[in-house]
């Protein structure tokens, strides 16, 4: 790290267009990579309102010299990079010198207190619709950038945003992503003074427990993989490492796959589909796992001048990076049992035909027994019917649920649960607490990002129960058109009443199962798409056995 200097014109020409600030989500991004960038092994965020009131985060970075501070306001000034040769070269987030001086031209006022730790005193510049100020004031070795009034004299900005619930939700998100890609910091994130969450800088495990709760830090495993790409004919070596929760704590959207390369939180589709393939067939269908997964490689291979925001990055050989993060997440769950489940369900798949929509329903179908607690074995015609009885279920309720719609019963949930959620969850169910109650949710705030479940769905003999809950408020966040949106809750309540693996079913409850099945709109998969019904035609069974076609005649 060199003195903050002035870049020359062309360098700034192969710079891409420098940072936009649309939102407080860009502000505190852009503020923590350079704390992050100042090597600090602590971060606290600090949000009021919408993030428009203020934004403020301290670190215990490295300090600016009272002398080169007020030059950071400066545009183009960065101590990071000093021309385009070092670009390729730059391990930093930033490198434009211009996050600075465009958040300061957005906001009414930027403060910013420093001390590079060889001075008891720091200094303080502030930036004040234009003035610029300088004094001296404490501060222990470290930053504080604290930003007020943002968008103050931009009003087409301001009026873009969101409710302050859902803008804060989006800085939260950002936190989260820097805190998983960097768990060896601490970070802590406040909103209107209460701490939403916090990391202890000790490592993966700890994060997540911070970030989300106990459940699914206890079922999940770290794991650290070295590995060498072949870029361009040279061979380049990349570390990935992270956390994967089991394939049995998943959700309904990939939005909890979070994935940082070198040090920064991504929004990015590529490792995210590279991690979800990396569970392969351990995974449910429509349903996505817990993780964060980091990718730490050299400079070179990674073009981070793409995204003004830089919430993205281009690898020079996408390819190579995503089938290195699909093999180490593979194999680091590929421990015995996860394995042997996966192998089984592939088996099955590639050996069994799902039904079509132009076969038969299930009017003549004789159930003949139940095989593991997990599948009906029907005879239909000559064809042998295996029918998931999970799947066969969800498809059931879904049906029922949907008709029902407007008028879900809803049983107390007695002791009310006690539930956790991210920030950016709780911020969805303050927001849309009419669309919850819609579905027969009832829930009361109980401090930070926890709420109790008062009241839950009923309308299928059992009550939803707290996963239930959260998959609910996940779908909140992400769906778009509200007709979507309610129909993946439905969707999701009809899962989780549903039978589970292992549930006895009587004769008769059985053939009432196939029965129902039979009955629906769509009996041939489940709410997400999956399968109800395999068959085996007795073709196959002819073939399998090497028998000749004529029966009779042997
Ligand atoms: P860039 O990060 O692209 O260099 P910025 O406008 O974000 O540009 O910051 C300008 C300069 O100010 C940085 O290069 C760095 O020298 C200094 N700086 C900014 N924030 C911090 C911080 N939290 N700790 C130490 N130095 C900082
Ligand atoms: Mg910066």
Redesign the pocket.
Known sequence: ?TE?RKLDRETRASIAAGEVIRRPENVVT??V???I??G?DRIEVAVDGDGTDRVS?T?D????PAE?APL?LERH????IRDAEDLPRAE??????????SVATAAGRLE?T?NAGDDPEGVRVVADDGDRTVETAGHPP??T?EVTDLFADRPARKKALASAATEFGRVSDAVTRYALANPDVRFRLAHDGRETFATPGTGYTDAVLGIYDRTVAARSTTFDHEATLTVDGAERPVRIDGLLAYPSVTRTRPSHVYTGVNGRGLVEETLRAAVVDGYGTLLPDGRYPVAAVSVSLPPALVDQNVHPAKRDVEFRDPAVVADAVESAVRDALATGDLRRSGDLAMDLEAALAPLSDDESAFADVDVLGQFRGLYLLCAAGDDLLVVDQHAAHERVNYERLRAAVGDVESRPVDPPETVTLSPAGAAAVEERAGALADLGFEVEPFGGATVRLTAAPAPLGRVADADAFRDAVDTLREGDDPEDVRDDLLKDLACHPSLKAGDELTDEEATQLVERLGACEQPYACPHGRPTVLSIDEETLVRGFERSHARLGE
Do not use: H, Q, Y
């Not at 970075?61 to 600016?64: P, S």
């Not at 930093?92 to 001086?101: Q, V, Y």
């Open positions: 790290m903050i852009e503020l990579e350079n704390a960038d100042a600090a985060v670190d970075g490295r300090g600016i080169a950071a000034a960065t101590s990071k930093t987030l930033g490198f434009r010198g211009e996050a600075l001086p910013l420093t470290g930053t950038v």
